[in-house]
Nanobody
Framework: QVQLAQSGGGSQQPGGSLILSCLASGNLDQSYSMAWFRQAPGNEREGISVRRLADDSTYYSDSVKGRFSIRRDNLEDKVYLLMNALKPEDTAMYYC?????????????????WGQGTQVTVSS
């Protein structure tokens, strides 16, 4: 059983930065991938960033590539999402997720465990 506890987020002006954190507890072995998804009102939940624990490879959606970075703290089993150059269209509820033996990295159905969600709002 894995539990994910999120922190961070909030409001920021366009062009600014925010950091989201996701602390994992439970048996998180190398077969897992950790991901960040987001969901804006009226939209589907969108996968934006993934990190495979087996080899620390990372993947990003086109919408955030070059602006967001997924980092890992091995000592604490914590994953971060560093968000730079924020845009109003980044406004959404953000979720961290964990799944074993993930194949389709940005597919919501691949992930078993989810954080509680945290709101990010980008506006001037």
């Amino acid at each position: 059983q894995v539990q994910l506890a999120q922190s961070g987020g909030g409001s920021q002006q366009p062009g600014g930065s925010l950091i989201l954190s996701c602390l994992a507890s439970g048996n998180l072995d190398q077969s897992y991938s950790m991901a960040w998804f987001r969901q804006a009102p009226g939209n589907e939940r969108e996968g934006i960033s993934v990190r495979r624990l087996a080899d620390d490879s990372t993947y990003y959606s086109d919408s955030v590539k070059g602006r967001f970075s997924i980092r890992r703290d091995n000592l604490e089993d914590k994953v971060y999402l560093l968000m730079n150059a924020l845009k109003p269209e980044d406004t959404a509820m953000y979720y961290c997720a964990a799944g074993r033996n993930v194949g389709n990295f940005f597919s919501r159905s691949e992930y078993t465990y989810w954080g509680q969600g945290t709101q990010v709002t980008v506006s001037s």
